[in-house]
Nanobody
């Protein structure tokens, strides 16, 4: 029904930057919000940032001041600056409306010297 294609993950040094992209396609007429979540080994998946159809943004405390979420049509971006080793995780794109939620395949972000 909805396909989410992610790109931009990889290996980066502490203090470096990455930009993640997520392109949504399919049945999108009811889409309400898109966002980014992450999951580190042994931990639960957690919210990183969300942007609504109206442009309202919400960030996890750990992301505030370093990460920026933005949207261009049906593509959502996550600009990540000042990356820390604790940011290492699989990052997942999410799209939802009032009734459904779809996930991307995940992209690995590794922050290491």
């Amino acid at each position: 029904q909805v396909q989410l294609v992610e790109s931009g993950g990889g290996l980066v040094q502490p203090g470096g930057s990455l930009r993640l992209s997520c392109a949504a396609s399919g049945t999108l007429f009811s889409l309400r919000a898109m966002g980014w979540y992450r999951q580190a080994p042994g931990k639960e998946r957690e919210l990183v940032a969300v942007i609504t159809r109206g442009g309202t943004t919400n960030y996890a405390d750990s992301a505030k001041g370093r990460f920026t979420i933005s949207r261009d049509k049906n593509t959502v971006y996550l600009q990540m600056n000042s990356l820390k080793p604790e940011d290492t995780a699989v990052y997942y794109c999410n799209a939802r409306d009032a009734d459904w939620s779809n996930w991307g395949q995940g992209t690995q972000v590794t922050v290491s010297s």
